[in-house]
């Protein structure tokens, strides 16, 4: 008798943990009925310039039959409705719609959707009224035709840079390069046909720079830009390589200081010879002209104007 009343309080002490579970379960259950409780499937969703994406904004529990539904658009700290009493507004108008209940629907997204989008839910019989997500949005954007810039010549074992570059695309581009349609590794040592040059590829800049070009480094070049939104390409450009020709360079040096010492002899031989004396007489070089026999001569007002008269001697 004892021990059948032993095994009884112990099955009811056993029982008590499992009823409390069960009772705190459907407490929660009471509680979520009288609540209002969003959820998304995505909470950072990405989509390409000019293409539809979904931002969902699904309710998980109410009990009002009519909530409030409201989406905002929050850039650069400030909010702006896009849904607002029943109606699409701000920047998204005739661009998005709403799917019922609550998830907003952008039709053709633009660089400009980039932002956080907050959609909230207010529900006034719940005892839990107001819930609220926040979704990131990336609208990516595909690099537009990037500026290339290649030397049309260089001489052997000198340096060269090229360029590339474009500022359209979202995310920010990566750059590769091209010779002759072949791409060119951003480690030359690890390719047989680059493995002797002396080139640093940066991608991140869209640099390509030749410490010492070598006669093999001739060829056309062209830039790639490519995001995770798509990739565009220059056009190619010729770089032609050549060689520093020495003896024509001295050459055409002793010609120019032949030329230049000529020159210097001839004038200096022109005025050991007098050929630039003036022989211009000023005023105070003139001589008076001698008196001849039996002529008085008489100044006029006019400086240097001379007149005589005739006298005889007898």
Avoid at 47 to 64: A, D, H, K, P, W
Wanted: charged residues 25%; hydrophobic residues 35%.
């Amino acid at each position: 008798m004892y021990r059948q009343t032993e095994n009884f309080i112990d099955s009811k002490m056993a029982l008590t943990p499992l009823a409390c579970v069960l009772l705190l379960l459907s407490m929660q259950c009471y509680i979520s009925t009288l609540a209002v409780i969003l959820k998304t499937t995505n909470p950072k969703p990405w989509v390409n310039e000019f293409e539809s994406i979904e931002l969902s904004c699904m309710i998980e529990s109410i009990s009002t039959t009519n909530p409030r539904i409201e989406w905002k658009k929050i850039k650069m700290g400030e909010p702006s409705y896009v849904y607002f009493d029943k109606e699409i507004a701000g920047d998204l108008e005739k661009r998005a719609k709403i799917r019922e209940p609550a998830t907003l629907v952008i039709l053709n997204a633009t660089r400009a959707d980039t932002a956080d989008y907050r959609c909230e839910v207010t529900a006034p019989n719940d005892q839990k009224s107001f819930d609220e997500i926040l979704i990131s949005l990336t609208v990516r954007v595909k690099p537009v035709v990037p500026r290339c810039s290649v030397p049309k010549s260089v001489p052997v074992g000198k340096p060269a840079e090229l360029h590339c570059l474009e500022d359209e695309g979202y995310p920010k581009s990566h750059y590769q390069w091209f010779r002759n349609k072949e791409e060119i590794p951003e480690d030359p040592k690890g390719s047989p046909k680059f493995f002797n040059s002396t080139y640093t590829l940066n991608g991140e800049m869209g640099t390509l720079k030749f410490s010492a070009v070598r006669k093999e480094d001739a060829g056309e070049y062209y830039c790639r830009a490519r995001n995770e939104a798509g990739f565009s390409k220059c056009g190619p450009q010729m770089m032609e390589v050549y060689d520093i020709n020495i003896a024509g360079i001295i050459l055409g040096v002793v010609v120019v200081v032949t030329v230049l010492l000529c020159i210097t002899v001839g004038i200096f031989c022109a005025y050991k010879r007098g050929y630039f004396t003036s022989q211009k007489q000023t005023g105070n070089n003139y001589k008076t002209p001698a008196k001849g026999d039996g002529v008085d001569y008489v100044r006029t007002e006019d400086e240097g104007d001379f007149r005589h008269k005739s006298s005889f001697v007898i």
